[in-house]
């Protein structure tokens, strides 16, 4: 989304160290300690210290219709229509994979394909249409098409997600320097504020211009989840995502389009000029806990959001921060694995 509106300070190199006074971004100061800190100490408070439920009875209780390591394949196609249909539609089906092992980690389960997609003059997606992505997932050797003889309820599921995004439109020159050229002809860093590209400014009249913009990184993943959920009280974070089979009350493995990494500054303006767009997906495992942690994060980014004390840009910039501290631990988790694993001296 839009960058906040703070300005950040650089210090001149070769300037005491003495008498520096350091200046935050207000948005930054308070978005880092209060959301990121919060979301995560909220999920593993959570997870520890909330009350036990007393056990259910076993037959009231729902499971996972797939098996750990069960063999899937998968069907990826693109429709300007949010309801499909079109499995018949060759030109629909824009990738498709075999045999892949759910909830295991490793190479044989994460896929990923690079293309490029080329709208057509007679498609909407250059006039601000829309653009869907329909994602199925069937037992190996099972067809995902309810229309064919085959298909078997039990075996076969999906879910569509939209490729294009509205938002208002970006304009030019976004960062206006606060300080200038520093005095004797010396050049510096300048001060720099960001402008909200979210909210109109103010020397311009009438509201913003909201455009399409294309989401260039597609990447599903599978939660690995087969906890046995009592049935009408699923956790509250999670119904939203989960797929019941209405005859057996069981679920199907949750689908969950990750956007977490999807960054503002990633996303295409479309307009009747572009030609082609990248489009690179992804398909691979992601635990429980980690999907929870990005729903409960993104939870955090909407309440403050709501309550306007946190911009859009603020969102992108913890989510770069947070994968900084992510990059950061696998390291050290790494480092410590390997000293583990040396030998003896």
Not at 195 to 207: Q, W
């Amino acid at each position: 989304m839009a960058p906040p509106a703070a300005a950040a300070v650089v210090q001149q190199q070769g300037q005491p160290a003495q008498g520096r006074q350091q200046q935050q971004p207000a948005g930054m100061s308070q978005t880092i300690t209060g959301i990121i800190r919060i979301a995560v100490f909220w999920y593993f408070a959570s997870k520890f210290f909330s009350p036990k439920r007393p056990t259910a009875d076993p037959s009231l209780l729902t499971t996972n219709l797939f098996q750990k390591a069960e063999l899937m394949d998968m069907w990826f196609y693109v429709s300007e229509s949010e309801k499909f249909n079109e499995f018949n539609n060759e030109g629909a089906l824009i990738w498709h994979e075999t045999n892949i092992p759910y909830a295991v980690w490793g190479p044989e389960s994460t896929r990923s394909l690079s293309l490029k997609y080329y709208p057509s003059e007679v498609q909407a997606l250059k006039h601000n249409g829309s653009l869907y992505a329909h994602v199925y997932f069937a037992r190996s050797g099972y067809p995902a098409d309810p229309q064919d003889p085959e298909y078997q309820p039990l075996a076969a599921f999906g879910r569509t997600h939209p490729i294009v995004v509205y938002l208002p439109k970006s304009k030019s020159d976004k960062r206006k320097s606060l300080l200038g050229d520093a005095e004797g002809g010396e050049e510096s860093e300048p001060l720099t504020q960001v402008v909200d590209d979210s909210e109109p400014d103010p020397k311009e009249e009438g509201p913003p211009e909201w455009i399409s913009y294309w989401k260039p990184n597609i990447t599903v993943n599978l939660v690995e989840d087969f906890s046995r959920y009592s049935q009408n009280a699923v956790p509250p974070n999670i119904a939203p995502y989960m797929n019941f089979e209405p005859s057996t009350g069981n679920y199907y493995p949750t689908v969950f389009f990750n956007e977490f990494w999807l960054l503002r500054d990633k996303l295409t303006a479309l307009n009747e000029t572009v030609t082609e767009v990248p489009l690179n997906l992804e398909i691979g495992p992601i635990s429980m806990t980690k999907w929870q942690l990005f729903l409960q994060i993104d939870q955090s980014f909407q309440i403050h959001r709501s309550y306007g004390s946190m911009l859009d840009g603020e969102a992108d910039e913890l989510k770069v921060l947070y994968l900084c501290i992510y990059d950061i631990k696998s390291l050290y988790e790494h480092c410590f694995y390997m000293w583990c694993r040396r030998p003896n001296s």
